[in-house]
């Protein structure tokens, strides 16, 4: 059953921009590796560190939602640990906290809404057919 998670990470900011874009595409080919899929992919671009990692000043920060196997985790930090151009990673499952919602309650959500939208329009369907079924005159022109 999949899961949704977060995940931040920093790449080398003196890297060019195709380089960049590798790095990102290379974590969200993992996280999509065994069924996942990618919920949001926030490019948060080039800031300043609160202090030096690998004796690097500046970070790409790139923020990604995704759902996947409860393996990717532990493939993703592996990735982190082992390639020189992330600085940092972090991967946390998701659970909506800070007021937040995962996109499986948002899909739920939006379901229910749509069972509910469907029900009261054949509700006000049948309250429409029944006012204009009152407001008919008999067949033989006399009120009843």
Do not use: C
Not at 25 to 40: Q, R, W
């Amino acid at each position: 059953m999949p899961k949704d998670y977060e995940t931040l990470f920093i790449i080398k900011a003196d890297l060019s921009d195709e380089d960049i874009k590798k790095e990102v595409d290379a974590i969200t080919k993992i996280a999509e590796a065994d069924g996942g899929s990618i919920i949001s992919l926030d490019l948060w671009g080039k800031k300043r560190l609160a202090y030096s990692i690998k004796k690097q000043r500046y970070g790409f920060y790139t923020l990604l939602r995704f759902s996947a196997a409860p393996t990717t985790p532990e493939n993703l930090n592996r990735h982190y640990r082992f390639n020189e151009n992330i600085l940092k990673g972090m991967v946390i499952l998701f659970d909506g906290a800070a007021g937040r919602k995962s996109e499986s309650d948002l899909l739920a959500e939006s379901q229910a809404q749509r069972q509910a939208d469907e029900k009261t329009g054949k509700a006000e369907a049948v309250a429409d057919e029944i006012k204009t079924d009152t407001n008919k005159e008999p067949a033989d022109g006399k009120p009843e």
